[in-house]
């Protein structure tokens, strides 16, 4: 997961043509309806971020993309590499980080919100942060310091072998870790933070949460 992350956060073009054509890219669907989030994301938000927001970016990256391969010029291509960054960055950034997030949430009927009891995410959460409670604090805390719109992650460190949070700016892609948990402090709520954070950790997809860290924790 870290391997892939991170090389899909490169600002490289490497992986998105192929013999001058653009790679298409594509909304991914989500695992489940608009409305089985809630009451702790409403239905009118989550279709909103889906079908708006991330299309968005979606759209923007497969203009500058086509566009890029589309031309010979030097001085064009170095002109598209700011959408090229803002939407994708090389399949990353806005693109990988709403991707991530989509798997990061499950319905309540569905096991959101529930920790795998004696699973080694929760052995690991104790360990680095004192109790799984503790944690959701301080990853709220520290989230919801963010300075207009940003990440907040649970992101494990390889070298030092221990989880810890980590946030990033706009919509900057986590390198420094192994993402486990992302969440995006996007306008929800009406910009009420503490309630947004709060209610996520209902909805929160610990099952997905627990492979990431498996994964990352035995490379």
């Known amino acids: 997961m870290f391997s892939i992350a991170k090389a899909a956060s490169r600002p490289s073009l490497a992986r998105s043509f192929v013999a001058g054509k653009a790679f298409k890219h594509t909304l991914p669907a989500l695992p489940y309806a ?7 994301i409403a239905e009118e938000i989550m279709t909103l971020h889906h079908t ?15 566009a890029y391969a589309a031309t010979d010029s030097t001085a064009k291509r170095i002109s ?24 990061n ?5 569905q ?3 529930k920790l795998v009891a004696g699973g080694q995410l929760e052995k690991a959460l ?24 940003g990440w907040g992650w649970l992101g494990y460190d390889p070298a030092a072998q221990k989880l810890e949070i980590v946030t ?14 992302g969440i995006d402090i996007w306008e929800h709520y009406k910009n009420v933070k503490p309630d ?15 492979k990431r860290f498996v994964e990352a924790a035995s490379k």
């Open 34 to 40: 608009y409305d089985a989030l809630e009451p702790y």
């Open 52 to 66: 708006k927001h991330h299309q968005t970016y979606v759209n923007g990256l497969n203009a500058a993309e086509e």
């Open 80 to 103: 598209l590499q700011n959408a090229l960054k803002f939407n994708g960055g090389g399949q990353s950034t806005r693109h990988i980080n709403h991707s991530l997030f989509w798997k």
């Open 105 to 109: 949430l499950a319905p309540e009927k």
């Open 111 to 113: 096991g959101g919100g």
């Open 126 to 149: 104790v360990k680095d942060f004192g109790s799984v409670e503790e944690f959701k604090k301080s990853m709220n805390t520290k989230t919801a310091a963010i300075q207009g719109s």
């Open 168 to 181: 990033t700016s706009n919509q900057d892609p986590l390198l420094s870790h192994v993402p486990i948990i």
């Open 196 to 210: 947004y954070l709060n209610a996520i950790w209902n909805v929160v997809n610990f099952e997905e949460a627990e």
